[in-house]
Every structure is written in structure tokens, then in C-alpha cells.
């Protein structure tokens, strides 16, 4: 069984579209987190939810909007698409979050903007 | 703000050799734990290895050891006996006591020739 799950692992899509990405858990975890990883690799929180409660909302555009219907699941979803969307985006779970507690990634999911 | 730093954005190894991954951090903190993760190729992050800030004992787990020093502020990873798998990407990271964020360094490309 996978521990977080994303789908669709691959996104391509027309600039100007909305799309979403889906993301559950099984690990009975309480903290979900959302991590965009660029062209060159590096890697950046966007948004995390605690217990459906949002606690961590970078500097991200506000097309980019997180929904999490209950503890197991995060989803996100983006309003009018641009290039510079073209990334992967990461789930992660974690239990709690402010201290030693390892993360759980997702597979990934590659977003190309055309 | 907390900043990572990865210097070597690509390394090599021979398989059965062992290779350091340098990572420093700049924080004012004196609460705090450092991870490094794994990204092979399938894209998945993986934990490899954890240290908590106030333990003085660097940690262990198998072939993969850090050096932890905190006056410092550095925090490199020591692979023992290399091995094709070990080829990927690797991310130090660093959370605050208390803080849901973790921060990831720009990365380490590692490569391993048999």
C-alpha cells in the first residue's frame, strides 16, 4: 500500500486552464504539506495543513489554492495555469511537525504548462 | 530567516569508496534538528538520516553517517561503501523546534561509477 499518494503523476495542460492535483495519505498522519521542486531541482514549502487547519501559506499566487476535506487528504488546486507552473509538486505527510518527525513524500506529480 | 547551504552541486564516487556531501546552515536558533533526504532518479524523496540539534553524538544508520557540528553550523553526510543505488540527488534540510517548515538546501547530484 502506498503511504502518500498523488494523482495524476503527470499533468500537461494549455496555459490559461484550472487543474487539480490529489493527494491522500494512510499513515494516520495529522500534518499535510505541499512542496513545489523547480527545473533546477530546489525545493520549496508552499502550503500545510494541520489537522484541516492551514499553518504554513508561503508567498505563493493566490491561483494556487490548497483544500484539505479531512485529515487524509490534501489536494491542490490552480486557477489560470502560466508557464511558470511547470514544476513537480510533492505531498507530504508528517505526524505532528515541530520536531524530529520524518516526513512522508509523495511520488511527485510533473506538471508541464504548454 | 534560515538559509541552506549545499556547495557541491555535483559529485562523484567510485562504487565501494566513500564519499562526503557537504551542507552548513545559518540559523539563531540553538533548537533545531537537520535531515537529509534522498531523490533518486523515480523521483520519490526518501529520509535517509536525522539529527537533533542538542545531541552531541553523531547519528548512524548503516552506511550513512553525518558529521554534526554545531558551532559551525555544519551538517555534511558520509556514505561508506558507496553503491550504485546510492546514485541520486541528496537534500539537507533543516527545521526549528516547534516549526512545521523544513528547509531544503539547493541539493547534491551524486553520481557512482562502477
Known amino acids: 500500500d502506498t503511504a502518500v499518494s498523488q494523482t495524476p503523476k503527470y499533468l500537461v495542460t494549455q496555459m490559461g486552464n484550472d487543474k487539480s492535483i490529489k493527494c491522500e495519505q494512510n499513515?494516520?498522519?495529522?500534518?499535510m504539506y505541499w512542496y513545489k521542486q523547480d527545473s533546477k531541482k530546489f525545493l520549496k514549502i508552499m502550503f500545510s495543513?494541520?489537522?484541516?487547519?492551514?499553518?504554513i501559506n508561503e508567498t505563493v499566487p493566490n491561483r494556487f489554492s490548497p483544500k484539505s476535506p479531512d485529515k487524509a487528504h490534501l489536494n491542490l488546486h490552480i486557477n489560470s495555469l502560466e508557464l511558470g507552473d511547470s514544476a513537480v509538486y510533492f505531498c507530504?505527510?508528517?505526524?505532528?511537525?515541530?520536531?524530529?518527525?520524518?516526513?512522508?513524500f509523495g511520488p511527485g506529480t510533473r506538471l508541464t504548462v504548454l | 530567516a534560515q538559509t541552506v547551504t549545499q556547495s557541491q552541486p555535483e559529485m562523484s564516487v567510485q562504487e565501494a569508496e566513500t564519499v562526503t556531501l557537504s551542507c552548513t546552515y545559518d540559523?539563531?536558533?540553538?533548537?533545531?534538528?537537520l535531515f537529509w533526504y534522498k531523490q533518486p532518479p523515480s523521483r520519490q524523496m526518501i529520509l535517509v538520516i536525522r539529527?537533533?540539534?542538542?545531541?552531541?553524538q553523531n547519528a548512524t544508520e548503516n552506511r550513512f553517517s553525518v558529521n554534526f557540528q554545531k558551532a559551525a553550523k555544519s551538517f555534511s553526510l558520509k556514505i561508506s561503501d558507496s553503491q550504485l543505488g546510492d546514485a541520486a540527488m541528496y537534500f539537507c534540510?533543516?527545521?526549528?523546534?516547534?516549526?512545521?517548515?523544513?528547509?531544503f538546501g539547493k541539493g547534491t547530484k551524486l553520481s557512482v561509477i562502477p
Open positions: 507530504a505527510s508528517s505526524q505532528g511537525g515541530g520536531g524530529y518527525n520524518e516526513q512522508f
Open positions: 540559523t539563531s536558533e540553538s533548537d533545531y534538528y
Open positions: 534540510a533543516y527545521r526549528r523546534a516547534g516549526s512545521y517548515q523544513l528547509t
Open positions: 539529527q537533533e540539534a542538542y545531541k552531541q
Open positions: 495543513y494541520n489537522n484541516k487547519e492551514l499553518i
Open positions: 499513515l494516520g498522519h495529522d500534518t
